[in-house]
């Protein structure tokens, strides 16, 4: 059974469609990256699957049921922009937010929990923070703490929305080994990405996306020149006639 | 007890209640909400008099609770179909607080509340208004129903502690995870509007806002833990209404208007002396750069 099925799926703010018509299901176990200009609608997608935006129509199936029968199954990793890193916590309590699911109503986490939530943020190199006040942690470091969170989760498929986005090199290395363990495991993966020059070298499968689905596929059939034209429209120009090292988009 | 240990046990109750619930306001940025809420209860109180005539503290919770609601359920309709937050608030708390103070003044020789009261309280006359059952005494019923909604507040904020606390720091991963996002705004909109409720004829809808909100924006500075600000602001709720009855007493000034202005000098010290967030800190911490 497909882990994420999208079908004919609309979504709209203010009456203008961000999202058109979107269809299609991605294959278990693969890391797959969502490619797109800004105002793609790549973000509104997941908001959309995950039903944080009303969607107009189309439907959404994770694992062959509705989203909100399978919320275990699914882990979350928003913007890093998207909350208030003044926050009064530290980075061991905003992983342990991960278990909140799995916790259930008038309770609250446990040393179970704990466990889980310490072990997530020792997979992503932050051990020696748990008790550090998110307010100062570096960018990097907090999107760590952001996807150890997700890993607390213990999900089977993972949304993350630019995970990459003004991290440092380490955290982007630490990101990429992650995926890759992520995926060992036979778990899927969506990313929405920015940076095309790594698009080849860290997704299996690419989503190209511009309101509509312009492509889904292995990322080296998918991941062409005629693609990446129809989906960015005159706004990318290519210095090689390859998809290959470097291009440049032009604003 | 004495008269004055009534008053500042019903300042401290004030301090309390409305220290903790204002903790959240800050932290979910609805401090302009809390102050909205605080004077469109006046509507609510009123039209619970009209409904039941009676001045008892349960009609006034219920009606208060209501339109407090009321009031932040327009608020989120108006924001959500594109009227900028602070307007909406703008919009519907004067709209509101406005047809109360109509109701008021048509009723005024049957209801016994005047506008002025209901803004500035009057804290004074608390320990005479007293509760009596069965022939018996028990105090101001002040104090009681200010106990009440202080036990309310607490078992709902213990009951709920994890949902609150993840709905304000991101609630679109609370969403994800199956949390009722709007379920917990409305709990924490109908424990402010209760806790004003209860506060308002101590200290009136001026001042309550700043028990709302001055102890908790203090608290803020002075620690990075959640439960800590919590119990921190309602210290800091105590030691103003306590601080204020007696710099009332030394300067026969007003109760209500002196605990509010402790609370803002303790705030005004904190700004400036808080270890971690304070200016002093923050100048000293720049001076040691340069040198450096």
Known sequence: MNPIQVSNLTVAYDRKPVLQEVTFQMPEGKLIGVVGPNGAGKSTLIKAILGLVPKASGSVEIYGKSYRTQRKLVGYVPQRGSVDWDFPTNALDVVLMGRYGHVGWFRRPGKKDTAIAMQALDKVGMKEYADRQISQLSGGQQQRVFLARALAQDATVYFMDEPFVGVDAATEKAIISLLNELKAQGKTVLVVHHDLQTVKEYFDWTLLLNKQKIALGPTEEVFTVENLQKTYGGRLAFLDSQVSPSYVVQP | ?292
């Open chain 2, 1 to 292: 007890m004495s008269y004055g240990t009534w008053i500042m046990l019903t300042g401290s109750l004030v301090g309390v209640s409305c220290g903790i619930i204002g903790c959240f306001l800050i932290l979910r940025k609805m401090a302009m909400l809390a102050d909205a809420i605080s004077h469109t209860v006046l509507l609510g109180i009123v039209l619970a008099y009209l409904v039941s005539h009676s001045l008892e503290g349960i009609y006034m919770l219920v009606g208060a609770g209501i339109i407090g609601l009321l009031t932040a359920f327009l608020v989120q309709v108006l924001h959500s179909s594109g009227v900028q937050s602070d307007a909406a608030i703008g919009v519907v708390f004067t709209s509101l607080f406005a047809f109360g103070v109509i109701l008021l003044s048509a009723f005024a020789g049957k209801v016994h509340l005047d506008v002025n009261h209901a803004l500035m309280g009057e804290i004074t006359f608390i320990p005479w208004n007293t509760l009596t059952i069965g022939g018996m005494d028990l105090g101001p019923s002040a104090v009681w129903m200010l106990g009440t909604v202080l036990i309310i507040n607490l078992i709902l904020i213990f009951l709920f502690y994890k949902e609150i606390k993840i709905s304000s720091f991101d609630p679109a991963m609370a969403t994800a995870i199956g949390i009722p996002v709007m379920f917990i705004h409305y709990l924490l909109m109908s424990m402010v509007s209760i806790t004003t409720v209860a506060s308002f004829d101590s200290v009136g809808a001026i001042l309550v806002v700043a028990m709302l909100i001055v102890p908790g924006a203090t608290a803020y500075l002075l620690t990075d833990k959640l439960l800590a600000m919590l119990i921190i602001s309602a210290v800091i709720g105590v030691i103003s209404a306590i601080g204020g009855y007696y710099a009332a007493l030394v300067w026969n000034i007003s109760i209500s208007g002196s605990m509010a202005s402790i609370a803002g000098l303790i705030f005004a010290a904190t700004f400036i002396l808080s270890p971690r967030y304070g200016l002093l800190s923050k100048l000293l911490a720049r001076k040691s750069l340069i040198t450096e």
